[in-house]
């Protein structure tokens, strides 16, 4: 599977539509998705929004809990890749981060106040 680095200052706004979750490798037996080094793949769905009120979700897989996310937050993806696959019939686009981490507020939100 090819990857694909993603330019992530072209996606504009990114927040958390869903905090992260461990990624299940096998859905019957409740396994939970290993990467190569052993840690555990957490998934977190990404509210991507680029221009006014178009808004787009990703599914974004990343190695370790990424901590301090939570659902409503900014995110910031570092290293984003997309890799296309296809199994029979079916086939999308997933999206791999090497981390995701919030957003610190700046002073002028963390008061409640702005422009």
Known sequence: MQSIPVDVSRLGVLRCAVAPEKK???????????????N?????????RQDGRRVS???????????GVIEGAEVRLTGLEAFAWSMGDRHGISFRASA????????????????
């Open 24 to 38: 299940l490798s096998n859905y019957e037996t409740q396994e939970v998705k290993k990467d190569r080094d052993g």
């Open 40 to 48: 555990t793949v957490y998934t977190v769905a990404v509210m991507v």
């Open 57 to 67: 979700v990703i599914e974004v897989a990343v190695s370790g809990e990424p901590k």
């Open 100 to 115: 995701i981490t919030p957003v610190p507020a700046s002073p002028v939100s963390a008061k409640g106040g702005g422009v």
